[in-house]
């Protein structure tokens, strides 16, 4: 069943009056893994866009859960953890009918959360499997070009870092970052006191990200 992009249209309310157009939101998830990770990570995202990128993103991010309406007034939505994540199944199917109207969800392992996250994007998703995109592909060459794929910023298991999708109707609705870390390269510095090149390269992604989200992915 297609779902029009008519419904992406009300995600995108811009003030007139006001300075903001809209936020990022961090999804909340049960399951006991630590979604609220990096505090600080979104508002220096969202600060980096509207320098970089002209955006006008409240850097006042919104936490939305899985199964709530809310999750349709936000373009983009990040998720991230160390731990297990569980959606219901009302909840995965809210999930689905956001991403399949026009939404997008990145998903960051923070470390950890590989084969949680897998099972449950499973049941959002059961028809579709990550593939991993190549390193042509738009999304890593928005305002910025990332011409071997993400950038490693943490060790985690020392493997080389992987950028998978869930594409759907040739659409990526759902980009998963794995053994990267972006997240904690958009902290503060004093958090994890990365160097100011590895804080530089996370933050560029991430505005292709945004970017990606706010424009390339909807399907022409």
Known sequence: ??????????????????????????????????????????????????????????PDYATVEVGSAELFNHPFVHLTGHGNVVFSESEAYNLRMYLMSGGFLHIDDNYGLDPFI??????????????????????????????????????????????????????VVCFYSYESDLGDGWEDEDVHKDPAELRLAALRMGANLVQFAFTGSIKN
């Open 1 to 58: 069943m297609r779902y029009s992009l008519i419904v992406f249209l009300g995600f995108i309310s811009i003030n007139l009056f006001g300075q903001y157009d809209n936020k990022l939101a961090l999804l909340k998830y049960n399951g006991g893994g630590d979604w609220y990770a990096n505090p600080t990570a979104l508002p220096n995202l969202s600060s980096f866009c509207n320098e970089a990128l002209g955006t006008r993103i409240n």
């Open 118 to 171: 897998r099972l449950a994007m499973k049941s959002v998703f059961p028809e579709l499997d990550f593939v991993e995109l190549p390193f042509d592909h738009p999304l890593y060459h928005q305002s910025f070009d990332f011409d071997t794929g993400l950038p490693k910023i943490h060790k985690h298991d020392e493997q080389a870092p992987k950028g998978y999708a869930l594409i759907w109707e040739g659409r």
